[in-house]
């Protein structure tokens, strides 16, 4: 098979594309359902129809990855897997756009996968949480990233970021993994999963059974952050924005 792959793109994806100068580029990563690769320090992905849809890829409609050569260069903006040019075709926004109305109770129930993890009742992180989470769990994004980037994304999309510890959680993105790194970095600017933004639009036990499903451990986490997001405006700052 040869030709260009049609992709849906984020637009800072796009825009580090066009800004991307030629040449060959490390692949982190590589299976019949993403290939990620290291685009001057930021973990850039391509994604097949049925992989989670990351905020930091292009949406591809292939149904396997694999059949594709995993040698990656960029070359006039296009990033070329093999022989095949990567062509944005279509421009997405992955912020969240919408908060629903939560379940106070269920927001802050558990998950087991999460048991371990020393997170805080009030759902206030704080920059001394960091060490005990960052980096900490196995697979491309540890289950503590995956907690803060739920927290993250879900006070940038009630409109109440935490500049202290987005600039905290910054300066120690060289713990943890490339791509984990750059989802954070996603994070911060409110940039989610889509089965994120569906539960927090959304709160059913069918969105959140979708969010649950991602990764063997991502979903829980990203689920686990965002209540505790929700229970941080709740108790301590002036109520949240809801759209009903």
């Known amino acids: 098979m040869s030709g260009p792959i049609p992709v849906a793109a984020p637009q800072r994806v796009h825009d580090r594309l066009r800004e991307a100068s030629d040449g060959p580029r490390e692949v982190v990563h590589a299976s019949s359902t993403a290939v990620y690769v290291d685009l001057d320090g930021w973990c850039l992905g391509l994604v097949s129809a049925a992989a989670t849809r990351v905020p930091c890829a292009l949406w ?96 940038a999309a009630l409109g109440r970021p935490d500049d202290v510890l987005s600039a905290a959680v910054r300066r120690r993105l060289g713990v943890t993994t490339l791509l984990s790194a750059t989802l954070l970095d996603c994070a911060i600017r409110g940039e989610a999963l889509p089965q994120l933004a569906a539960w927090l639009a959304t709160p059913t036990d069918a969105t959140a059974d979708a969010l649950l499903a991602v990764g063997a451990t991502s979903g829980a986490g990203l689920l686990a952050g965002a209540g505790l997001a929700l229970t941080s405006i709740e108790h301590h700052t002036t109520p949240r924005r809801v759209v009903a």
Do not use: Y
């Open 60 to 155: 591809s409609t292939l149904p396997d990855l694999g059949v594709l050569d995993p040698v990656v260069r960029m070359h006039r903006g296009d990033l070329v897997v093999g022989d095949r040019p990567v062509r944005v075709t279509r421009l997405v926004d992955p912020r969240v756009s919408r908060v629903g109305r939560h379940d106070q109770d269920a927001s802050r129930r558990p998950h087991p996968v999460t048991a371990g993890l020393d997170l805080p009742a009030d759902g206030r992180f704080a920059p001394a949480h960091l060490d005990r989470l960052l980096g900490r769990g196995p697979g491309l994004t540890p289950l503590g990233d995956d907690v803060l980037a739920g927290w993250l994304t879900t006070r």
